[in-house]
């Protein structure tokens, strides 16, 4: 499972609040990707990061921002959550290697936006 | 637009009906093609990687092909534990390894 866990796993929150997912990570992977997953849309990339305090922007990004000052912590953070946001959110890592290009996803965390 | 289109959405198969599964994309530069597995409430699970047309890649029951327009993930004799939800992603982003993902095709084997 490429040593990679996710917090919490479930979570229900009411509109306007703010929440943090955690990625956590053991093995020094340099490159850990946010997804949310939702029916009909198959796994949509939020952000990802290259590096410490490396980040960039996916496709679905509006009402997301990202943290990453340590390599093995990845942290979305929903600033004020909307129902839009209610999915379940994956993080992934991409192995470090020659020609290992494969990305390996934590568990999920299932999110409630009330 | 780039874009990867998965069929068929679902697809009921006996116990060792063999079949296929199809993933069309239309992405500019393919740097690469990747299968998933997905069980419900878990992350997907790698399969495989394919680069080049006309590689294939082979593992037990499962065999992936790749053509300039879509792969294909063949099924043969399969077993009710290979029920899954199967992704196939496409990679174009360069060195930071954006993926396109597919909606997957649901498989139920029955016995």
């Known amino acids: 499972d490429a040593g990679i866990t996710q917090s919490p796993r479930h979570k229900v929150t009411e509109t306007g609040t703010p929440v943090t997912l955690r990625c956590h990570q053991t093995e020094n992977h340099r490159y850990m990707y946010w997804y949310r997953q939702d029916p009909g849309h198959g796994l949509r990339l939020i952000h990802y990061?290259?590096?410490?305090?490396?980040?960039d922007k996916g496709e679905v990004s509006d009402g997301y921002s990202v943290s990453r000052s340590k390599t093995e912590d990845f942290l979305l953070t929903l600033e004020s959550a909307t129902s839009s946001q209610t999915s379940v959110y994956f993080c992934a890592i991409r192995l470090s290697g020659r020609e290992q290009n494969e990305q390996f996803f934590g568990p999920g965390t299932r999110l409630t936006v009330l | 637009e780039d874009q990867v289109t998965q069929s068929p959405e679902a697809l009921r198969l006996q116990e060792g009906e063999s079949s296929s599964l199809n993933c069309s994309y239309t992405v500019s530069g393919l740097r690469g093609l990747f299968w998933y597995r997905q069980d419900p409430g878990k992350g997907p699970e790698f399969l495989f990687t394919l680069y080049s047309a006309g590689e294939e890649k082979e593992k037990e029951r499962l065999k992936a092909t790749l053509t300039k327009k879509e792969s294909f993930l063949h099924i043969t004799a399969p077993k009710p534990e290979d029920s899954a939800t199967y992704l196939c992603a496409v990679w174009w982003g360069g060195a930071t390894n954006k993926l396109i993902f597919g909606t997957g095709t649901l498989l139920a084997v029955q016995p």
């Open positions: 990061s290259y590096g410490v305090k490396d980040t």
